[in-house]
Every structure is written in structure tokens, then in C-alpha cells.
T-cell receptor
């Protein structure tokens, strides 16, 4: 079945530093989704990328979908303490199922 | 999200007992999903249902059972056959024509 590998597993930064998490697949993806889970909370949808080479921005967050549609990244500029949490990428396997990456846990030193 | 209720938030059971986790939604979404999350891990799909009275096994269905008698409800039973039931269980919904899944607050099950 579909597999997505996400790295790094953990990332600790000083507040104000940038952060990037990467998601990779060995197969071409139809689309990629990103979710954020705050500590003790549940995943919340952030964005979906569909087109090859697509770049989308949400304030300090920049999402990219690779040209070959096999990888994606989430970059946060100038992290804030509110960015703490685990970021997951997810890809479709068929029309109904999502396969999640293992997530990158971001902690921030204020 | 506000329209998905999972109760209780914390649940404790003795080993060998079956336990049913509740998931109710008022979003009128067609599809519902159950995921399991272990510490430091991603989400793994247990079961999903696209319409009432129909459901499919996910990647880790062994030791679990579900029913979908109403559109609003998708309860998950963790049976005594599940070898490592202690985990965080998340219910999600999705409306037809979109890819976004909306998650409930989750139930943290501890089997003693």
C-alpha cells in the first residue's frame, strides 16, 4: 500500500528560528494534505496540494509539492510558541483512505 | 471539531473486557473513520464507512469491530482479541466531494 516517509521525527528550535518538515513517497501522489496536532489535541487540517510544483502560503507557513509529485515540505518562518505541535503529511490511497506520515514533533524554546 | 463528539475523553478498562468507543457527528458527513495513534506515531486506519450499513477494514482492523446503523454514529468496539489496546483513538468524518477529514477530540483508552 501507499507509504509516506516524514522527516525529521523531532525538531527543537529557538523561538524565531525557521522550521521545515519533509514528506517523501516512492510513488506519485494524487495530492498531499498537511495536518497539525497540538499537544493533547487532535489533528486539524491545514492545507491540500494537488498540482505539480504547487506552492501555497498561510501567513508564516509555506507548503510545497514537488515537481514529480513524490515529495512535499512544510516550512515555518520565524517560529512562535503557538507553532508547537506535531505536523503530519497525508496522502490518498484510493479515493477514500488517507495514509499518514509518522509526523514531525516541533518543540520551541521561548 | 465542534460537530464531532467522542466520549468519554479518558477510558479505563481491565484486560479481557470489551469496550465501545462512541463517535457522533452532526455535520451530515457521509464518510466516517476510526484511527489509532500510539505515542510518537502517526495515525493508523482501523475501519471506515462511506455510507450507512456499510464499512470496510483499514490497515489494523484485527481485534476491532464497528457498526454504522445511523449516519450520525460510528461506534468502535475494542475486543479482548486486540493484543495492545492502550492507545489514543480518533474518529474523523468527511463529506462527499471533498478530501478533507475532520477529527473529533479523541478517546484515550488505557487497559490495565
Amino acid at each position: 500500500g501507499q507509504q509516506v516517509m516524514q522527516i525529521p521525527q523531532y525538531q527543537h528550535v529557538q523561538e524565531g528560528e525557521d522550521f521545515t518538515t519533509y514528506c517523501n513517497s516512492s510513488t506519485t501522489l494524487s495530492n498531499i494534505q498537511w495536518y497539525k496536532q497540538r499537544p493533547g489535541g487532535h489533528p486539524v487540517f491545514l492545507i491540500q496540494l494537488v498540482k505539480s510544483g504547487e506552492v501555497k502560503k498561510q501567513k508564516r507557513l509555506t507548503f510545497q509539492f514537488g515537481e514529480a509529485k513524490k515529495n512535499s515540505s512544510l516550512h515555518i518562518t520565524a517560529t512562535q510558541t503557538t507553532d508547537v505541535g506535531t505536523y503530519f503529511c497525508a496522502a490518498h490511497e484510493g479515493a477514500q483512505k488517507l495514509v499518514f506520515g509518522q509526523g514531525t514533533r516541533l518543540t520551541i524554546n521561548p | 471539531d465542534g460537530g464531532i463528539t467522542q466520549s468519554p475523553k479518558y477510558l479505563f478498562r481491565k484486560e479481557g473486557q470489551n469496550v465501545t468507543l462512541s463517535c457522533e457527528q452532526n455535520l451530515n458527513h457521509d464518510a466516517m473513520y476510526w484511527y489509532r495513534q500510539d505515542p510518537g506515531q502517526g495515525l493508523r486506519l482501523i475501519y471506515y464507512s462511506q455510507i450507512v450499513n456499510d464499512f470496510q477494514k483499514g490497515d489494523i482492523a484485527e481485534g476491532y469491530s464497528v457498526s454504522r446503523e445511523k449516519k450520525e454514529s460510528f461506534p468502535l468496539t475494542v475486543t479482548s482479541a486486540q493484543k495492545n489496546p492502550t492507545a489514543f483513538y480518533l474518529c474523523a468524518t468527511r463529506t462527499s466531494g471533498t478530501d478533507t477529514q475532520y477529527f473529533g477530540p479523541g478517546t484515550r483508552l488505557t487497559v490495565l
